[in-house]
């Protein structure tokens, strides 16, 4: 069964740090891109960065360039995302998918290309 699983969130004050996890099962990640998104409350789920199966190509939204980073271990079948100096603007349920590529050096952050989802880990950023 191909599934993948994040970890990693919880709760931090602004200004704080937080690395997500997101770990593959039934299959190994060197095919696939993998994206990580959000939802808030209230709103809708959007992307928050990708990266390419080549780790050649990452791409990150707007609102958290300069802030978060998106790495990959695919011995351990597991991508990262780093996130510095959170801000409360980023409390939301974090989304990591999977996305078969057959282009190694390309990822999306279209939601519904998207082939796996996890279950989602919320991070909190509050004093």
């Known amino acids: 069964q191909l599934q993948v699983v994040e970890s990693g969130g919880g709760l931090v004050q602004p200004g704080g740090s937080l690395r997500l996890s997101c770990a593959a099962s039934g299959f190994t990640l060197d095919y696939y891109a993998i994206g990580w998104f959000r939802q808030a409350p209230g709103k809708e789920r959007e992307g928050v960065s990708c990266l390419s199966s080549s780790s050649g190509t990452t791409n990150y939204a707007d609102s958290v360039k300069g802030r978060f980073t998106i790495s990959r271990d695919n011995a351990k079948k597991t991508v990262y995302l780093q996130m510095n100096s959170l801000k409360p603007e980023d409390t939301a349920v974090y989304y990591c998918?999977?996305?078969?590529?057959?282009?190694?050096?390309?990822?999306?952050?279209?939601?519904?290309?998207?082939?796996?989802w996890g279950q989602g880990t919320q991070v909190t950023v509050s004093s």
């Open positions: 998918a999977a996305l078969r590529m057959f282009v190694s050096n390309m990822c999306v952050m279209t939601q519904t290309a998207y082939n796996y």
